[in-house]
């Protein structure tokens, strides 16, 4: 099994910005899409955003408009730009490849980023 690797959180003032990271090695040779999840305390997992193996993303509502997915196929690298942060953004973020490969069913989560936005 693999567990992916999260980075780049920190403690931000409402309106700054962070760009995530999510390396998960073979994502790319195994056609995985990366899925970003956030789960605040107390409350349960919610899904952010995500890539496909063709580039099509998609958001959740609540950050529609100011969060960006992206990939890096040669480092195995999924990046969240998350701008215009607000406080209820504030949660931990985790990453999870998906897909109908098997390689893809071989992640587990990782330790995930966290993410506190103050106001």
């Known amino acids: 099994q693999v567990q992916p690797v999260e980075s780049g959180g920190g403690s931000v003032q409402a309106g700054e910005s962070l760009r995530l990271s999510c390396t998960a090695p073979g994502f790319t040779s195994n056609s995985c899409n990366i899925h970003w999840f956030r789960q605040a305390a107390g409350k349960q997992r919610d899904w952010v955003s995500f890539i496909t193996t063709d580039g099509t993303t998609g958001y959740a509502d609540s950050v529609k408009g100011r969060f960006t997915i992206s990939k890096d196929k040669l480092r195995d690298t999924v990046y969240l730009q998350m701008n215009s942060l607000k406080v209820e953004d504030t949660a931990m973020y985790s990453c999870?490849?998906?897909?109908?490969?098997?390689?893809?069913?071989?992640?587990?989560w990782g330790q995930g980023t966290q993410v506190t936005v103050s106001s």
């Open positions: 999870m490849p998906s897909g109908g490969g098997g390689g893809c069913a071989q992640y587990t």
